[in-house]
């Protein structure tokens, strides 16, 4: 272990319990002092999680968060076709196991559903929906049905349907595009707002906001839901990859010196996409599939709401990493004491 980075480390974790202290004597501090300092201590937490991982990671490769084939969707044989998919994600998954990586979760992303449900009955179009969302368990998939809006025009059935979905808690992802190139759909801006309140009104715990995102400027072809999406571009697949490891090493590696660590960052990474693009030739050889690229995001994130939580009151961030080194528990209790937030971060 270098000592820069132990000493990097015992500086963070005193600032951390200095101020949690100093946050703990709320009748001390006018309110605005202390949401400053619980937002001061949430950054360090990050920090020192952030310094746990640079100290633990070790020099494996980084896990491929998902595999995402992309699909245009029959609604006459999708059974068919799910099952094909599947079987090609699985051959995927093996190359890249093969290769020593870590695959986390393989997806399926169809085109924008209103493509393929309109002119169906709404209960059609929920049935064969909610068909999908079985599937996708039922095989180990995780499914994206694309955008509910791509314009500035939505389509209240399409709406309807959507909210209907995501109220009872299908594990289907969606979206709303709320800008492009041509400026911000404001009617689509709304819609996506509308969508958000009134599921967190009707699912269990709020829980089903989480299958849905709003997005500006994001190109098809994205691995990661839920803003996954293409149009007519079914054949196809790409790769997302969780590189925090490598963001680590890199940082850990310059010593404090941020051009250096700017360099070895565009080394590293440039090491893994020649690696991750080798193995995804191989992939598109065995399944066919043409490859669309791949998305290096370093941070991710697992998070559930559980109760309201407000910054006019106080509250405490907390964090714990894992016997492992390689995630951390973060959560947050309001000043009742409650948890309000749960969340595990992984490098």
């Known amino acids: 272990m270098r000592e820069a980075q132990k000493r990097l480390l015992a500086r963070a974790a005193r600032a951390v319990l200095k101020l949690q202290a100093r946050c703990t004597r709320e009748a001390c501090m006018p309110a605005s002092s202390r949401r400053l300092a619980q937002l001061t201590l949430s950054l360090l937490l990050f920090v020192t999680a952030l310094a746990i991982g640079s100290l633990a990671v070790a020099a494996d490769k980084p896990p491929v968060r998902a595999i995402t084939a992309f699909i245009d969707l029959d609604p006459a044989r999708y059974e068919e076709q799910f099952a094909d998919t599947a079987n090609r994600l699985r051959q995927a998954s093996a190359v890249?196991?093969?290769a020593g990586y870590e695959v986390q979760t393989v997806r399926i992303t169809t085109q924008p559903y209103p493509r393929y449900v309109r002119g169906m009955s709404k209960e059609q179009a929920l049935t064969l929906l909610s068909n999908l969302?079985?599937?996708g368990r039922k095989q180990s998939?995780?499914?994206n049905i694309g955008p509910a809006v791509m314009t500035d025009e939505p389509d209240p059935a399409m709406l309807e349907l959507l909210e209907a979905l995501h109220s009872e808690l299908k594990q289907l992802d969606a979206s709303m595009i709320v800008a492009s190139e041509s400026g911000?759909?404001?009617n689509t801006v709304r819609a996506a707002a509308r969508h958000i309140y009134r599921v967190a009104q009707k699912s269990p715990r709020s829980q089903g906001t989480f299958n849905f995102a709003a997005t500006a400027m994001l190109a098809p072809g994205a691995p990661f839901y839920p803003g996954s999406y293409h149009v007519q571009?079914?054949?196809r697949f790409s790769?997302?990859?969780?590189?925090?490891?490598?963001v680590a090493r890199a940082f850990a590696a310059a010593n404090g010196d941020a051009s250096e660590a700017s360099r070895l960052l565009r080394a590293a990474l440039a090491t893994e996409a020649?690696?991750?693009?080798?193995?995804?030739?191989?992939?598109?050889?065995?399944?066919?599939?043409r490859y669309w690229g791949f998305d290096s995001t370093p941070?991710?994130?697992?998070?559930?709401a559980l109760r309201p939580l407000f910054d006019t009151a106080s509250f405490t961030t907390c964090g714990l990493a894992d016997a492992s080194g390689r995630s951390a528990k973060l959560w947050t209790r309001d000043h009742a004491g409650a948890v309000t937030m749960e969340a595990t971060a992984n490098w």
Do not use: C, D, M, Y
Not at 239 to 246: A, D, H, K, T, Y
Not at 275 to 284: D, G, H, M, P
């Open 96 to 98: 890249f196991q093969k």
């Open 133 to 135: 969302a079985a599937l």
């Open 141 to 143: 998939v995780a499914i």
């Open 184 to 186: 911000v759909h404001w």
């Open 233 to 235: 571009e079914g054949g």
């Open 239 to 246: 790769i997302g990859l969780q590189s925090p490891s490598v």
């Open 274 to 289: 020649t690696q991750v693009n080798a193995l995804a030739e191989q992939v598109a050889q065995v399944t066919g599939w």
């Open 299 to 304: 941070a991710p994130l697992t998070f559930r």
